[in-house]
């Protein structure tokens, strides 16, 4: 079974849109913790975001913004404004502390932000 | 500060060489994993070291691939012989004091002919 499922394959948007980007875990651990990675078109990762699984807080951070639930095990991730230079590949992971800290990537969310 | 390092960054071999991926973690950092990515089965995780120690090897797909940290500073991801199949991104990661928070290299991208 997927233990992360970013449904949306790709998204496309014109600037100045918002833009939710949605992941959905699947876990047994009772901590673990969530992380977005942006990956550009130059290819690299860029780490965004971690959260540990004792905080639901939602977080915000200039125009990113995280919506932790683990009523329906999700952790979306929104975009308030998009800019071009958002354009990206976007992952989120999970990490489970019980099973020797092993890291799981979604497939990604390719998103395409039009001028 | 100088983040991972991974060399070469760009790869090309024909099928049956053996190919060599460096990587130099963050100065400081106890944990190193290596990852490949590809279209068909996104990104996977190898094999992760602690303080130069494999703890997890069970991402590595066969026998071909082999991993090792001389030191705390230096990793190699060795594959041979190499196969068409294998063409893939292979990303370097590192962190401290736990897996939770890895800072990734640039990636190499290895394509076997």
């Known amino acids: ?115 | 500060d100088a983040g991972v390092i991974q060399s070469p960054r760009h790869e090309v071999t024909e099928m049956g060489q053996e190919v060599t991926l460096r990587c130099k973690p963050i100065s400081g950092h106890d944990y190193l994993f290596w990852y490949r990515q590809t279209m068909m089965r996104g990104l996977e995780l190898l094999i992760y070291f602690n303080n130069n120690v494999p703890i997890d090897d069970s991402g590595m797909p066969e026998d071909r691939f082999s991993a090792k940290m001389p030191n705390a500073s230096f990793s190699t991801l060795k594959i041979q012989p190499s196969e068409p199949r294998d063409s893939a991104v292979y990303f370097c990661a590192s962190s401290i004091g736990g897996p939770e928070t890895q800072y990734f290299g640039p990636g190499t991208r290895l394509l076997v002919l």
């Open chain 1, 1 to 115: 079974a997927q233990k992360v499922t970013q449904a949306q394959t790709e998204i496309s948007v014109v600037e100045k849109e918002d833009v939710t980007l949605d992941c959905v875990y699947e876990t047994r651990d009772t901590t673990y913790y969530l992380f977005w990675y942006k990956q550009p078109p130059s290819g690299e990762l860029v780490f965004l975001i971690r959260r540990n699984s004792f905080d639901e807080q939602n977080e915000i951070s200039g125009r990113y913004s995280w919506n932790f639930q683990k009523s329906t095990s999700s952790f979306n991730f929104t975009i308030t404004a998009s800019q071009v230079v958002d354009s990206a590949v976007y992952f989120c992971a999970l990490s489970e502390t019980y099973n020797f800290n092993k890291f799981y990537f979604g497939s990604g969310t390719k998103l395409n932000v039009k001028p």
